[in-house]
């Protein structure tokens, strides 16, 4: 297996430099039109969407973008062997090598938008979010790196993205909130949305990483940070089990929840993770 850097630091830079860029056009809309967004005599607030806004609103894209590649990869790799799906394809004449290696680019939009994500969360803290999206935040970056540096798991980033989908309505019912107006539709599309894409998709994942358990644990990798990857991924889980109950609490009670009471983990990315 080849073991490389686990990320080329010029492209990722400009991936990260490009969702700054958006942060700061995004922030320019907002500051000049927030006041026409909000609903006039309701309890939207222009200056929640000029404070917080350009945050949700380059999540929104990125969420659009992940999901569109996590579809993309899974489709390709659904049907692949369980040496492609659990190790990058180095051999160029492999039919599996460009389905493989094509992660590898998607992994530095996931991943810049990731660290540019961090940076906005701690500036604002804990105004995007708490500890609990700090946390999501550098399991996410950890299992990218290590995944990158050792090559491993490109199917499952592929459905670790598709988590991504859940992200579409939180985005929507914050901005539906913030400008005023009624979210109880987007409230319970969030909670649907979020267990299709993180708790079943996620699961079915989880559950074909311990049917392949035995060729996954024979890769090319430390055993200690192979464990620790898994670890991290697992745990990924069970935070989405504790967030969907406050989710559904939520959607229920129709109340608007902080981003670190569920928002936090596709803020994310997996906000997400994300692995």
């Not at 026409?36 to 939207?44: D, I």
């Not at 290696?101 to 701690?122: C, G, M, P, R, W």
């Not at 970056?141 to 939180?170: D, H, K, N, Q, V």
Request: charged residues 10%; glycine residues 6%; aromatic residues 10%.
């Amino acid at each position: 297996m080849t073991l490389a850097l686990p990320i080329s630091p010029l492209p990722l830079l400009i991936c990260f430099v490009g969702w700054e860029v958006l942060y700061r056009v995004c922030g320019l809309l907002f500051s000049r039109y927030a006041t026409h967004l909000v609903v006039e005599g309701g309890s939207g607030s222009a200056a929640k969407l000029v404070k917080s806004g350009p945050s949700y609103a380059v999540s929104l894209l990125h969420a659009m973008l992940m999901s569109a590649f996590g579809v993309l990869h899974v489709a390709q790799m659904l049907p692949s062997p369980p040496y492609a799906k659990l190790s990058i394809v180095d051999d160029p004449s492999d039919p599996w090598h460009a389905a493989t290696t094509a992660i590898e680019t998607t992994n530095y939009f996931f991943l810049s938008y990731v660290l540019n994500d961090l940076l906005h969360v701690l500036v604002a803290y804990p105004n995007l979010g708490g500890a609990d999206v700090l946390l999501h935040h550098a399991g996410f970056i950890a299992t990218s790196c290590l995944c990158s540096t050792y090559r491993i798991l490109p199917f499952a980033f592929g459905w670790l993205l598709l988590g991504e989908f859940s992200t579409l309505p939180l985005n929507i019912r914050w901005f539906r909130l913030t400008s005023g107006r009624t979210a109880v539709v987007t409230s319970w599309l969030f909670a649907a949305t979020f267990l299709v894409a993180r708790i079943l998709v996620n699961g079915a994942g989880l559950a074909h990483l311990w049917a392949t358990r035995e060729p996954l644990l024979q890769l090319a990798v430390p055993r200690p940070l192979l464990l620790a990857v898994l670890a991290l991924v697992a745990a990924s889980y069970l935070l989405n089990l504790f967030w969907f109950k406050k989710i559904v609490a939520m959607a229920a009670g129709g109340g608007a929840h902080s981003k670190s009471q569920g928002s936090s983990l596709v803020k994310e990315a997996s906000r997400v993770k994300e692995a």
